[in-house]
């Protein structure tokens, strides 16, 4: 799975973008399996909920801008199937820790010190997020965050939730 999933997804960071370049034939998202804040996350057992993985780290300065709007997206469309998976990536736990104190947080917060998640989904920037649809497939994709990008990745994920 691995393997093909090496070959697929520099395919899907070409051709994918939140917004109205969505991939013809999205990919299933490789499954992750993370210790988390009060426990562990399965991504396939999130199936039938859309889901907004993101990857981030605690040096990270637009991750701490993602957070507030993480946050928000949560409380306002969790009744209507969204999760948001946050990955974190920091070798040393200890400084995600510090970096959740600071934040309010309302979804789940996974740990992958190793980053063989991140290795998965090839990274290509931080943060990266990927959109996925309830069918466990990958719909979009999006590197870095800005506040500009707040409105189209707003967009993407309501036209997931309406499908």
């Known amino acids: 799975m691995i393997s093909i999933m090496k070959k697929i997804l520099p395919l899907v960071f070409l051709t994918l973008v939140f917004g109205n370049n969505c991939l013809a034939a999205p990919v299933q998202a490789p499954d992750v399996h993370l210790p988390t804040t009060d426990g562990e996350v399965q991504l396939a057992s999130l199936r039938g909920k ?3 993985l993101d990857f981030w780290a605690s040096w990270c300065l ?3 801008k993602s957070f ?3 946050h928000e997206m949560k409380q306002q469309y969790a009744d209507q199937g969204l999760e948001i998976v946050a990955v974190n990536l920091d070798k040393d736990r200890g400084e995600a820790d510090a970096f959740l104190r600071q934040m309010q947080v309302n979804f789940i917060v996974a ?3 190793k980053g063989d998640t991140a290795s998965m989904y090839q ?3 931080m943060p990266s997020s ?5 069918d466990g497939k990958v719909r979009a994709s999006h590197v870095g965050f800005r506040e500009s990008d707040k409105l189209q ?3 993407a994920v309501k036209r997931l939730l309406d499908q």
């Open 130 to 134: 990927y959109l996925i649809g309830r």
């Open 68 to 70: 507030p709007w993480m």
């Open 153 to 155: 990745l707003e967009q």
């Open 50 to 52: 859309v889901v907004y």
């Open 111 to 113: 740990f992958d010190e």
């Open 123 to 125: 990274l290509k920037g």
């Open 62 to 64: 637009p991750c701490k």
